[in-house]
């Protein structure tokens, strides 16, 4: 399976904070535990030349990881187009955290995929809805998160085709957290979790959850679209 980890790696240039927790990028955090799953794994950011995405990478994904947070609007809107018909191609999709606001996932949902906020060290608990879906394999009843940013409801997504996951915060707000949706041949993933001064993406559970998330949204379209023959002879 190729895999590519697509990242901003801002935050951990310029937060000191972020750098501590993943020195080597949030990227890199994600790729190491899927390279140990035996994926083939290769990492791209925001500032290389198309954003690290060019034709050929995209051509050959299986699966493409996003995590953006600030610099949502610095991604040029062809590329994040391109990606979208990728998408609809039949490339799978995972989400992660703040993507929920990139214009790669807007475009896919079309909708304003807002919601509210919060930064202030709350316990999360993610609760598996679930229990029979791959995406939870080899998870337990809930996932327990020490701190993490609070996201709450409403987020303004389409009903998802199947929801996973739904947070519970300390402050009392809830949120789904783990939600998945079908678009043309492609599959998508969207996975809460993960804000970046929080070492979230080494906690064993939710690495779990984007190996079986990643393994999931790949797919091999079967049905063909356009012109086609008839089946049955239309000469007898």
Known sequence: MNVVVWNEYRHEKENPAVKEVYPEGIH?????FLREDGMNVKT???DEPEHGLTDELLQETDVLVWWGHKAHE???????EKVKQRVLDGMGLV???????????KKLMGTGCDLKWREADERERLWVVDPTHP?????GEYIELEKEEMYGEHFDIPTPDELIFISWFEGGEVFRSGATF????GKIFYFRPGHETYPTYHNEDIKQVIKNGVRWAKNTPTHVYGNHKPIENLDK
Request: glycine share 8%; charged share 30%.
């Open 44 to 46: 791209v950011t925001l």
């Open 182 to 185: 079908k678009r043309g041949r």
């Open 28 to 32: 890199e955090t994600l790729a190491t």
């Open 135 to 139: 995406i939870t394999e080899g998870i």
């Open 95 to 105: 989400v992660l955290h703040s993507g929920h606001f990139s214009k790669v996932f």
């Open 74 to 80: 610095e991604v040029k809107d062809d590329i994040a």
